[in-house]
């Protein structure tokens, strides 16, 4: 049973430019994202924020896409204990949300990261994990990635909740 979603801000909710090699962030350019709002808000679970950016940033984002309203909260390195990869973090946010069963919640968090290291300590957890990455299609190399898609509005719409 599917109790909430965990979502990373940067290259997971938000994608970043790559001009050639090179990664360009204009936050300034940042829109509101009507498809990104419209699939969330169908998903009738708890939506969170999971992001090693400070809360500051990580609001910004959420407002500039207009989807801020579609989270529950927000886990920033300014209120959380320790940061992502670390299996504090995410014993912390288990236990903040209401699940302490840490080990048995592989269907009840379904965790949305672009770094596979951050999606290795969430499976050690228990959470059930999804790599959002332009090289989605290597996930078979990594046993603790459960699905994955090349943008978070793909996985949205293959992902049955």
Known sequence: MVVCLVIDIDDTLFVHKTIGSAIVTDYN???????????????????????????????????????VDEFKKVYSRDNIPEMKPSLHCYQSVSRDIGITSIGHTSNQFIFFD?????????????????????DYMNSNK????????????????????
């Open 29 to 67: 350019e940042i829109k509101p994202d009507t498809e990104l709002k419209l699939l969330l808000k169908e998903i009738q679970y708890p939506k969170y924020i999971l992001t090693n950016a400070t809360f500051e940033h990580a609001n910004d984002i959420l407002n500039k896409l207009d989807v």
């Open 114 to 134: 672009d770094l596979v290291s951050n999606l290795e300590g969430a499976h050690k957890v228990g959470w059930k994990t999804i790599w959002i990455s332009p």
């Open 142 to 161: 990594y046993p603790y990635i459960n699905k994955a898609y090349p943008t978070l509005i793909d996985a949205l719409k293959t992902l049955n909740f």
